[in-house]
């Protein structure tokens, strides 16, 4: 039996895609420390695990908890420890806490070193831990998507203008600033700008700020995936730092799974790489965007056969037969 943690604050899109969607068709139970989560209604508890049974973990603290109240236990259990970013530079960055940070530094080396099984959410971060701590094996699982999301875009009636969006929130490191100095870069009156998100009243005041005219909305996961069939091109722009080099955003297939292609930074994980020859890529927020260029991709039917391609690659149904 594999038992699943929950971890505190996991929200319930990230739990449903990238926790129910990974562990689909397998028998699963779940676990938590958190019992305030209202995302199982059922738990089970630590003391219906018996020999032989997995407990995979994708909290540093959590794990931790769980090894120091299982010292004296006899039970050998397999633990799996999933790392899904640097959590403890993703803590400096938001707290400046240097103490902090070296708390959760030690936590992941912790899990890291004590786990039978390792894995992470993208090459790059594994590359990264293993220079950081030491060889070991990890097996690398990216933010994956259900493969019933992903189609083949359609083509033969296009619309003149370029069309654009961005789903995401206002934090900081989603760079929206950026996204904004790109657009006002592209010269032609053939464009628009759609921006989904929940935070629609800052998201306005930062594009009066670039006079920029754009529509803004917010729904939910099928009305995000129908603002995403209408886009040509989907903005992902990060700034070169380990977190960002390190990560696998689950937006960026949420764009590709649709036929939307990306216009990104070369800092989105292992994407930037890999879809490479078949996205946009802008070196710096104040790049002038070539319009021209843009309008052959769109015009190129292997654009989106690549896209789909590639993406059903990224799949959850698909990702484990690689």
């Given amino acids: 039996m594999r038992y699943i943690v929950i971890p505190k604050g996991i929200s319930k899109p990230i739990f449903e ?16 420390y958190d019992r305030e989560q209202e995302l199982v209604a059922d738990l089970e ?10 407990i995979y973990f994708r909290s540093v603290t959590d794990f931790f908890r769980y090894k120091i109240s299982s010292v004296f236990s006899r039970k050998k259990v397999i633990t799996e420890f999933d790392f899904r970013g640097i959590i403890s530079e993703e803590s400096y960055l938001r707290n400046r806490c240097r103490i ?18 390792l894995f992470s959410v993208s090459n790059n971060l594994a590359s990264y831990l293993v220079k950081k701590f030491y ?3 990890i097996v690398v699982i990216p933010c994956c998507v259900p493969a019933d999301i992903c189609i083949l875009k359609d083509r033969s009636s296009k619309h003149k203008e370029l069309r654009f ?27 628009s700008l759609t921006v989904v998100t929940k935070d629609r009243v800052k998201a306005n005041q930062i594009l009066q700020n670039y006079m920029i005219q754009a529509v803004v909305l917010s729904g939910d996961k099928n009305f995000v995936l129908k603002q995403l069939d209408r886009a040509d091109f989907g903005f992902i722009y990060r700034a070169n730092s380990i977190i960002n080099t390190t990560s696998s955003p689950v937006k960026f297939l949420e764009y590709t799974a649709r036929g939307v292609i990306p216009v990104m930074s ?27 260029i843009l309008a052959r991709m769109r015009a190129d039917a292997n654009t989106y056969r690549e896209l789909f391609k590639l993406t059903n690659n990224f799949s959850w149904e698909t990702y484990f037969d690689r």
């Avoid at 508890?45 to 997995?54: P, R, W």
């Avoid at 206002?170 to 010269?187: A, G, H, K, R």
Wanted: one cysteine or more; a negative charge.
């Fill in 45 to 54: 508890d630590f003391s219906s695990v018996i020999e032989g049974d997995i």
């Fill in 266 to 292: 070369p800092y989105v994980g292992d994407y930037s790489h890999i879809f490479q020859n078949i996205s946009y890529t802008v070196r710096d927020s104040k790049q002038k965007m070539n319009v021209e």
């Fill in 165 to 191: 969006i961005y789903v995401g929130s206002m934090s900081e490191w989603q760079s929206f600033d950026n996204i904004c100095e790109l657009y006002s870069s592209v010269d032609s009156e053939l464009t």
């Fill in 100 to 117: 902090r940070r070296l708390l959760l530094s030690w936590l992941e080396f912790f899990a890291f070193k004590y786990s039978d099984r």
């Fill in 135 to 137: 060889s070991k094996d």
């Fill in 17 to 32: 895609s990238q926790i129910v969607g990974r562990f689909h068709g397998l028998e699963i139970r779940f676990v938590s």
